[in-house]
């Protein structure tokens, strides 16, 4: 039988849309027994299916890496560990386009620029711009861009150049934070994304998930995104690198990676929400079942620093679905 309490909630949500649930209720459907998770997740379905039937693809390059002065406890390219992962500056324009033209080719729809480290400089943004520019002239990739902090102007430069998405994490919960990050303030993340909206540019905001948090702080980060009004919510599970802080950490199980899936729906029902990186480790054979759960969106190919699944697989796995 169906637990009443997630029935009740999915009602509302069903019928009156975003505003419809409170923090209580959400870390009470966090704190429902493990029997329930299955309900959870059937309902997060109904929500989708209800606000964001449609699904999409996005894909990244890793266009600079390593060498980040931040101290982010998960990260692969802090300078403050030691992974043995590649390091290298920002890449060509001619490299970022063929790289665009590629996944392109492959299927995604969107294209994101990943840089790493604090802030990029303006000549960095420059090779940016022009890459973009490019890309938007050859292809029907949506463009986006995750080059760190951001000020107004830079904010403006790249929507003038054809980026349409400012990707910028927020990770975890603000609460939960100094214990991932000491190096810069959750404000200077809240400002990035503030600024980036300010000029127009939509915003991809979400985080990791399962970094040592409580499912309270889970629902937190799912708030804190509703309060910001971001645009697309991308969740990604902790898949720990070895030499990093927490390269012990265990990973999410399965059911709990679907029900974190869940709630962002029952939180954000009227936002994006895309499954990055992670998946792999943490879902294995229940990939498909981030659909079911509620996400709309899934990122394809290889993520910053570790491989993803064959993007063919992918696309096959949506249309199998029979999603759109």
Known sequence: MFSKKVISITEKIMEDGGDSISYEEACELSALPADDTIDLIMCANKIRNRYRKNTFTCSIINAKSGF??????FCAQSAHHKTGVDTYPLLSEEELVNNALRMHEAGATKYSMVT??????????ETISRAAATIKKKTGLMICASLGMLTEPMARQLKESGITTYHHNLETARSYFDQICTTHDYDEDIQTVKSARSTGLKVCCGGILGL??????R?????TLKELNVDIIPINFLNPIPGTKLESMPLLLPLDALKC???????NPEKDITICGGREVVLRDYQSWTFIAGANGLMVGNYLTTQGRNTEMDIDMIKEMGLI
């Open 212 to 217: 040592g948090e409580s499912w309270e702080q």
């Open 261 to 267: 899936i869940a709630l962002f729906r029952f939180i």
């Open 219 to 223: 629902v937190e980060l799912a708030f």
């Open 116 to 125: 790493s480290g604090y802030m990029l400089t303006n000549e960095e943004i």
């Open 68 to 73: 980040c002065s931040q101290d982010c406890a």
